[in-house]
């Protein structure tokens, strides 16, 4: 829009420039020193328009050079104010329609003075109608955008109630189903703890009673985040850190060497929970493919300084002939365990989205080895 505006603006000059060298020769050297006058103000229209209107009134009244006032009158008309419009319209009607020189008006006849007057008033009001046309389209323009940024805004608002409804359905199934199973499993395992002899047994269901209870703990912080979409609630649900990775350790079933460094710089909370739900997923794999096989877990800041190292590698499972698939089937101590696969795709994701990376390889012994490098 300014390009289209600053070449229009060089064409009428070199229109005006061309206005004065056509008649250079039919008047003095006054008039003419008006006329270029009109031409100096000329380029000053969009920062002064009053003041370049009444710099170029005196080379209408030559009645040589009418393009300069013109398109003064014009970017005054495109302004903000009525009343200086309507001001600076009679200034160029008047100037238009009085001969050069003043006293002459005395012996023109009523058809002259009735030609002068029709062209001063198209003169005049042709650039006024102009410019208030600019001056709408302006504004309509504006008006046009505040519209499309109004519908933009109530359509984010829109899809952020219908983001609202939905994790409130979902909110909704996941307290009705998942807590449903989760609550029986926890309660049966309760009483087959409190029912049963056998040590190792009542072991198992005060385990398996305890994990109830945690996944039913951290499925209502959840659910309480869904239903209040509240950002600082979602940041802290389900939030673990590294104080937890021992108890981790000693509830998975499973044979785990610990080795937590001791850290110069504790790392953010993002961090921790990163580390904590590496090292979970992790031992969840081991004990669906890999049951009975033993395991090392080892968080510790990387040679830089300024990163964190989690490492958990397990070897072969016991009897074992070759080493195993990434996703095999189900074995028996993991029987009927449902596996999407999206385990380790969503720890690279959690990883990436920190600024880290995570790699999962098999070992040459058989086992499998998950590696992760998070940002401190």
């Known amino acids: 829009m300014r ?22 020769g039919l008047f003095a050297a006054l008039p003419l020193a008006v006329c270029a006058a009109a031409l100096f103000f000329l380029p000053l229209r969009r920062r002064l328009p009053l003041t370049t209107l009444c710099a170029t009134l005196p080379a209408m009244l030559t009645g040589h050079m009418w393009l300069p006032s013109m398109v003064a009158m014009l970017e005054m008309a495109s302004g903000r104010s009525r009343h200086r419009t309507a001001v600076a319209c009679a200034l160029l009607f008047a100037a238009a329609a009085c001969p050069w020189p003043v006293w002459e008006f005395a012996s023109m006849t009523r058809q002259e003075i009735l030609t002068s007057v029709e062209a001063a008033a198209l003169m005049s009001t042709g650039p006024t109608a102009l410019g208030l046309l600019v001056a709408t389209r302006g504004e309509l323009r504006a008006r046009l955008a505040e519209l499309t940024a109004t519908r933009e805004r109530e359509q984010h608002l829109e899809s952020e109630r219908a983001v609202a409804r939905e994790r409130a359905r979902l909110a909704r199934e996941m307290h009705d189903t998942i807590a449903h199973h989760v609550g029986i499993i926890a309660v049966q395992a309760g009483a087959l703890r409190a029912a049963e002899t056998d040590a190792w047994k009542r072991d198992t269901a005060e385990s398996i009673r305890r994990h109830g209870v945690q996944a039913l703990e951290e499925l209502r912080d959840m659910v309480g985040v869904l ?18 990775l021992r108890d981790l350790a000693d509830g998975s079933l499973l044979e785990v060497a610990l080795d937590v460094a001791e850290l110069r710089t504790a790392p953010a909370g993002e961090v921790e929970n990163a580390v904590f739900r590496i090292v979970q997923e992790s031992l969840n794999n081991v004990r669906k493919h890999a049951p009975g096989a033993r395991v090392a877990v080892r968080v510790a800041p990387g040679p830089d300084g300024c990163s964190l190292t989690v490492e958990v590698g397990n070897s072969a499972p016991p009897g074992a002939a070759r080493p195993p698939a990434p996703h095999p089937g189900p074995d028996p101590a993991g029987a009927g365990l449902p596996g999407g696969g999206y385990g380790l795709v969503g720890l690279r994701e959690r990883a990436e989205l920190l600024g880290g990376s995570l790699s999962a390889t098999r070992s040459p012994e058989g086992g499998f080895l998950v590696r992760a490098v998070l940002p401190l």
Not at 3 to 11: D, H, I, K, L, Y
Request: aromatic content about 0%.
């Open 227 to 244: 239903r209040a979409s509240d950002p600082a609630a979602a940041r802290s649900a389900g939030r673990t850190g590294l104080d937890g």
């Open 3 to 24: 390009r289209r505006r600053s070449a229009a603006g060089r064409v009428l000059a070199a229109t005006a420039a061309a206005e004065l060298l056509a008649v250079e």
